[in-house]
T-cell receptor, first 113, second 112 residues
């Protein structure tokens, strides 16, 4: 079974630009969650999608948004990038029926210059 | 707000010694608690889940509601246990739907 796939692996952007990150969950998983990982703040929950609907949301500004497609693949978008958005963005998938085990991707390392 | 505290950023032990990684949570109800591990150059993966007692590599953790703790233990550490360990909690009742609150992590180094 293929694991969670995140693309691209690395991204370099400048302030003010926008970026889209992609996540393909494990086959059969309907839930996709996104996390931001930084040395200072650790792992912080962004949002979770299930059956194309956002079901849970963390405390991030509206510049951070996401969506999920009918095949459960998910994208995360960050608009008007700030230097502080530099981070590793992790995606995790699960069956979505409760607080079950999350399967994480390798992440997208975003650097904002 | 939920909070998970891992008081030790770094922990070093020798091979064969017992190891305990501390974790305290703040949820007042009955949380669902997890330990996740990230080995060098690998993905974050589940190590142990309290509700199902699912565990790998000989680690155990006991929930102490009085002390709101969920410390991770292993009686005899191995060099391959060297990794970053994260404690995490979810809301009780299975309603967190992928939303975990993570601690800051503890880097465990097991020396030969």
């Amino acid at each position: 079974k293929a694991g969670v796939t995140q693309t691209p692996r690395y991204l370099i952007k400048t302030r003010g630009q926008q970026v889209t990150l992609s996540c393909s969950p494990i086959s059969g998983h309907r839930s996709v969650s996104w996390y931001q990982q930084t040395p200072g703040q650790g792992l912080q929950f962004l949002f979770e999608y299930f059956s194309e609907t956002q079901r849970n949301k963390g405390n991030f500004p509206g510049r951070f948004s996401g969506r999920q497609f009918s095949n459960s693949r998910s994208e995360m978008n960050v608009s008007t990038l700030e230097l502080g958005d530099s981070a590793l963005y992790l995606c995790a998938s699960s069956q979505g029926t409760g607080s079950e085990k999350l399967f994480f991707g390798s992440g997208t390392q975003l650097s904002v210059l | 707000a939920q909070r998970v505290t891992q008081p030790e950023k770094l922990l070093s032990v020798f091979k064969g010694a017992p190891v305990e990684l501390k974790c305290n949570y703040s949820y007042s109800g009955s949380p669902e608690l997890f330990w996740y591990v990230q080995y060098s150059r690998q993905r974050l993966q589940l190590l142990l889940r309290h509700i199902s007692r699912e565990s790998i590599k000989g680690f155990t953790a006991d929930l102490n509601k009085g002390e709101t703790s969920f410390h991770l233990k292993k009686p005899f550490a191995q060099e391959e246990d060297s990794a970053m360990y994260y404690c995490a909690q979810a809301n009780a009742g299975g309603t967190s739907y992928g939303k975990l609150t993570f601690g800051q992590g503890t880097i465990l180094t097991v020396h030969p």
